[in-house]
């Protein structure tokens, strides 16, 4: 049900008179301002639409509490703020156990391969700045092991 021509403080008076459908205006007037700001905090939109409607859910139960003199999105969005980072709170405190040595994963770790990654990126930036012959001496050398007199003769 829309209802276009009332302002935020008479939906959340007629809203804290136990209107739902006037809670329901506002809901879906602040809705897609209070899912950004969720996102913002969780960085997921499914985890996001979860604080959102939990956010929603508390400002309904505190509606009594809301002053009309003051304007209703901020008050909504500071709500759904809370919920959203008590949601990411609730996230890191999740409990974990430790893999069993024998379960436990031999390849690269992500920050390692991000780290031989980095280190080839500014090799390859290095050598680009050496001639042709002291780049081929180089590569000669450390990457391929041929000592310095066959080098030489190369």
Do not use: K
């Not at 209107?19 to 329901?24: H, L, S, T, V």
């Not at 969005?77 to 974990?96: G, P, Y």
Request: glycine share 6%; hydrophobic share 45%.
């Amino acid at each position: 049900m829309r209802i276009p021509d009332v302002t935020d403080a008479q939906l959340a008076s007629r809203a804290a008179a136990g209107d739902g459908d006037a809670f329901g205006e506002l809901i879906d007037r602040y809705a897609p301002a209070a899912r950004r700001v969720a996102r913002t905090v969780l960085l997921n939109p499914e985890d996001a639409d979860d604080a959102v409607q939990d956010g929603c859910l508390s400002a309904w139960r505190a509606i009594d509490r809301y002053d009309a003199r003051r304007p209703f999105g901020p008050w909504l969005m500071r709500i759904v703020l809370n919920a959203a980072r008590d949601q990411r709170r609730r996230s890191r405190v999740r409990r974990t156990e430790p893999l069993p040595p024998d379960r436990a994963g031999t390849e690269a770790t992500p920050d390692r391969a991000t780290g031989r990654a980095l280190f080839h990126a500014a090799l390859a930036a290095a050598l680009a700045e050496l001639p042709e012959r002291q780049r081929v001496a180089v590569t000669l050398f450390d990457a391929e092991g041929y000592p310095h007199a066959e080098i030489a003769a190369l």
